[in-house]
């Protein structure tokens, strides 16, 4: 594709990559979707194998097609999500190019972007739309060093506990993914440790409905990354077992000990910070202002919903709450692996342009960067909460696809 050039260059295959390319081509412009691998080649390989969809199938999807084996309240294995992304992308039969990956992107004097290939082919395009996803580099803080003798995995590499060595398993990290891999290890039959910093830990269901759709009517989805800014708070929820709320205090009874933030480690001893009461206390207090925002809303909209007063109630302390451990000497514990579930952080460092902030994320107004025709979408947050997610990116796909077609202020 030496000297090719196309309107609308689109980096990325995933859901992101595969939204732009439908809205554009809905609106007869021309583009390119390029992936290195294969279409939701994330949803595939970046995954643990057990991971289904976090949101009910009704609500993680595109508008115009539904899952094929998983029914609307289910909760779709990543298999499936992957192929759900790969047939949508046939449908509408968007040009698309697998295996081929950008290496360099930067803008020519003339105004239009100039990528490199890894094959050492050149394209041009007026437009560049970033798709490449949110979790680039798996962050594994520098805290157990190596000589520490433990295998550590971040929760990218973690496939299922049988990659894992024999023994106890610490993991760090209380969101969706640590919270989902403790489980797991735990039902597995793993001695099993979990960190858990600050969190928000939505009600899987309440009153019937699922939380999604509370969200959703509470107006939160919509909620600016202005309105949700300040230190970031990961959220705990989970689509595995047929979804259910992530209870702390209930994993704790089920046998995980929980312990606080990993903050330092000195002659094979593990520190904690000892906040986790009041780290638990604070994920209750949102769960439970959440109930009673759901609540209100269902009484102001006149809604007949089943009350579930039993919700309300929070259970019994494990002991790993009510007296917990601040310091853990890991090999006496047993500890053979940690897995760290501590997130990822951006590289674009192949992109050319100054719109990146010091912390390597791109500057942009809802997807529109300061550098004309130059667009990103898929990030957290990129326009409100919705945006990482498979439904929230269609709706910015549609709006970034809206200021090709037809430019308006940013
Ligand atoms: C564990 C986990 C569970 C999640 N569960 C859910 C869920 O249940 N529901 C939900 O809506 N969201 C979920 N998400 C969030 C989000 O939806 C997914 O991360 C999703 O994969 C993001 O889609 P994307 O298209 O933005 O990026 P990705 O899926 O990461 O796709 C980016 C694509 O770009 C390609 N690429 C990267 N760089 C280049 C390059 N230089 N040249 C060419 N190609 C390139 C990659 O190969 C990849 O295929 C989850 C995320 C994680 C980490």
């Known amino acids: 594709m030496h000297g090719e050039h196309v309107e609308t260059l689109i980096i990325g295959g995933g859901q992101a990559g595969i939204a732009a390319s439908a809205h554009l081509t809905r609106r007869g412009r021309p583009h390119l979707v390029i992936e290195r691998a294969r279409l939701a080649e994330h949803w595939r390989t970046r995954r643990w194998d ?5 949101g009910p199938a009704w609500h993680d999807r595109f508008p115009d097609q539904t899952f094929a084996v998983t029914g ?16 949508y992308a046939a449908c509408f039969g968007g040009p698309v190019r697998t295996g081929v990956e950008i290496t360099q ?21 007026s437009n560049v739309i970033v798709a490449t996803g949110a ?13 520490a003798g433990m295998t550590q995995i971040h929760s990218a590499d973690y496939r299922n506990p049988g990659q ?3 023994g106890g398993v610490l993991v760090i990290g209380a969101g969706s993914s640590g919270v989902q891999i403790a489980d797991e290890l735990n039902r ?14 939505p009600p899987r269901r309440y009153r019937g409905r699922d939380f999604v759709w509370w969200l959703g009517v509470l107006g939160k989805w919509d909620q600016k990354p202005v309105e949700t800014g300040g230190p970031h708070v990961t959220i705990a929820v989970s689509g595995a077992h047929g979804g259910h709320t992530v209870d702390f205090r209930a994993l704790g009874h089920a046998g995980i000990t929980l312990v606080g933030r990993a903050t330092g480690f000195a002659e094979g001893r593990l520190t904690f910070a000892d906040d986790l009461p009041a780290t638990i206390a604070a994920g209750d207090a949102d769960y439970l202002a959440t109930l009673r925002e759901a609540d209100a809303y269902a009484l102001r909209a006149g809604l007949d919903l089943p009350p579930e007063p039993e919700a309300h109630r929070i259970g019994p302390d494990p002991d790993c709450i009510a007296d917990p451990a601040t310091t853990l000497d890991l090999a006496a514990a047993g500890i053979t692996s940690v897995v760290w579930a501590t997130g990822y952080a951006f ?15 791109p500057r942009h107004t809802c997807g529109i960067s300061p550098v004309p025709g130059l667009y990103f979408l898929g990030l957290p947050g990129l326009s409100r909460r919705a945006s990482a997610f498979i439904w929230g990116v269609w709706h910015d796909a549609a709006y970034l696809a809206d200021h090709i077609a037809a430019p308006v202020a940013a």
């Open 105 to 125: 992107v930067a803008r020519g004097a003339d105004g239009r972007f100039v990528a490199q290939t890894d094959a050492g082919e050149t394209l041009t395009a």
């Open 347 to 361: 590289d674009f460092g192949w992109i050319d342009c100054a719109v990146f902030n010091p912390d390597g994320s």
């Open 188 to 201: 597995a039959g793993r001695r099993t440790w979990l960190a858990v910093g600050p969190h928000s830990r």
């Open 72 to 87: 609307p309240d289910g909760f779709a294995p990543k298999e499936e999500v992957a192929d759900y992304l790969e047939r």
């Open 164 to 166: 894992l060595p024999a």
């Open 135 to 147: 979790f680039h580099n798996p962050v594994i803080p520098p805290l157990i060093p190596a000589e």
């Open 50 to 54: 057990s991971l289904v969809a976090n």
